[in-house]
């Protein structure tokens, strides 16, 4: 009964000066606002960052070249060309939980058609690929594992060649030539837009690995072997594998290739998201601490102003403790109004950014539940000095006070 009867007087006592309570809560409005509006656009670059390396599809291990040492000549990372089919052959064959392997040899070279050209990126796969890359298509097949053997002259394109060299028709059984080399269309990819990276994932041609080492590039070795683990868990497990049987395959010589997974990939993607986000709700809670500063003082005006009503209290038998706690009450009551019309503000704030500049934003709980906490125990912590002091008050002394 003792605290109800304390609240209302707090309450009390913040209605009759509402002008000045709304503007001390001012500075946790916009302390909390900011901190939930920062927080939740460097989450929207993160999950923005993640969908796009998810877009390179799932549980996915990427073999690179690494760098080469041979003389007197040395190599940097990618430099290597040691990676061959044999080694993706025996990566399907030997480690267990591996669901789907692709042989990558990529190009630039320029593609005409219909009296048009352009030019892009010609990859070389296996039947695979899409399955790894999540990458269904659109219309007409994907090309098997015989027209890899046999070197077929097939492609599957991505829209943008399909939107460039064949505007206006069907792309399905037209020609392309690569190198003056006729390739048949059989199937046209989902359009996939751009990736992390900035490069348009749909400005591609797809045709077997071994169409594009023997008729194109005419090169024996890969850039890339895309691997893709049947589950997540087992991702360290087969990456380390993937190690050891390629070593062995060297008979001792150093590596010449790197294995990076794709969380790898993800993590140092969004590391810089996650450095950012940080660095934003930092600054923006260096604002709450300035709005409980302004709390404090306010708080310490009050008490002054108030002198004698604290001495009253006093003198008609109100503890120093039912002092403290009114003062408190009344700080804390500033701090969560000014938290809960914060989070109103950093979500509509935060809203009104990404519809102005078409930036994704993530409100997510915790943020709004951290920030309203915070900003409670701002009140207790700076509204504690205040209360104390109130709380010490000589009764006799308070009455005279002028």
Known sequence: MRIIATTIIALRALRRNKMRSVLTALGMIIGVGA????????????????????????????????????????????????????????????ITGVVAVSAEVRDRQQVLANGLNWNTTVYGESPEFPGIRDWPLSDGVMFNEA????????????QTIADQIFPGSDPIGQTIRIRNIPFKVIGTLKSKGFNYFGTDQDDAVII??????????RRTNLNTILIQAAVQDQMPRIQQEITDLLQQRRQGRDPDFTVRNQLELAEAATATSRTMTALLGA???????????????????????????????????????????QFLIEAMVLSLMGGTLGIVLGIGSSQLVSHLNNWPVLVSSSSVIVAFVFSGAVGIAFGFYPAHKAAQLDPIEALRFE
Do not use: C
Not at 208 to 217: D, E, F, N
């Open 35 to 94: 901190v939930i509006a920062m927080v939740s656009i460097g989450n929207g670059a993160k999950s923005q960052v993640e969908a796009s390396i998810a877009s390179l599809g799932q549980n996915v291990i990427t073999i690179f070249p690494g760098n080469f040492t041979s003389g007197g000549a040395r190599g940097g990372w990618g430099s290597a060309s040691s990676l061959t089919p044999e080694d993706a052959l025996a990566i399907q064959n030997e």
């Open 147 to 158: 027209e890899v053997r046999s070197a077929a002259k097939i492609a599957v394109i991505g």
């Open 208 to 217: 077997p690995y071994t169409s594009a080492m023997r008729r194109v590039s």
């Open 283 to 325: 600054i923006a809670g260096v604002s709450l601490i300035v709005g409980g500063i302004g709390i404090m003082n306010i708080m310490l005006v009050s008490v002054t102003e108030r002198t004698r009503e604290i001495g009253i209290r006093l003198a008609i038998g109100a503890h120093d403790r039912d002092i403290r706690l």
